[in-house]
């Protein structure tokens, strides 16, 4: 079944508005971000699953340092939660994939099962071996770096040297891409930072001009939760093939 996680960003406020409704949404929360946003994910009605993602690139970007034992002694207490994630992705290490596969095989060893991360740029045998290791993987550093040919060809290279595998893509929501490729799941921001900051909607294909206090996210939400259903129809074969890989 292709899950399309919507990231969550900004503010609970505003982001709470899409959720206030069926249908239920799945959703991605950074370890960073999860403070804000447990409200939302511990009680959400309208919240179908979520899954933990480290935050790893945004602490980068802020300066700040995630240590790994915090994460895992985080990820283990998120267990016994209301509502715990149905995914945890691994602790990267920005610019070292070496750390990062420490980091993930660490994660496994205390019981956490972290699916780790290929990012563009890094040595092919990376790829193959998370793939062969682990039962689900995820392929990013595409978001913001790769655009049109070059980062379509970048995730149909990732797909001819691992398929068939359980692939996530990180930052990656457009539906012509999730169309061409069968991601297991996938995940993107752009849900909420098209209209909180920019005033642009996928769901009216137009800007929509407004104050920040006005905007009601659920129109978004339910053009995702398309995409996500389209998706499934497209690729229920290839889920199950999944399913029945060893």
Known sequence: MTTLYLA??????HVSTGFQEPPPAALL?????YETFAPLLQTGEHVRQWCLDSGAFTAYMLGKEIKLQEYIDFCKALT???RPPVE???????GDWAATLRNTEEMWKQGVEAIPCYHAGEPEHVLKTIAATYP???????AGRLFGDARRRYLEQCFARVWPKKIHAFGI?????????????ADASSWEIGPLRFGMWQAYDLPVSGTRK????RPEVNHYLDIE??????WAAQMQQLEATP
């Not at 993987?137 to 595409?142: E, L, Q, R």
């Not at 929501?173 to 799941?185: G, K, M, N, R, V």
């Not at 006005?214 to 996210?217: A, R, T």
């Not at 259903?229 to 497209?234: C, E, I, N, Q």
């Open 229 to 234: 259903a389209r998706l499934k129809t497209k």
């Open 173 to 185: 929501a457009t539906e012509e891409i999730l169309q061409s490729l069968p991601f297991h799941s």
């Open 29 to 33: 929360c950074s370890y960073v971000y």
């Open 88 to 94: 945890v992705f691994a602790l990267d290490v920005i």
């Open 80 to 82: 016994a939660s209301q």
């Open 136 to 142: 689900k993987i995820a392929v990013g550093g595409a």
């Open 8 to 13: 969550l960003g900004g503010t609970l406020k």
């Open 214 to 217: 006005n905007f009601y996210l």
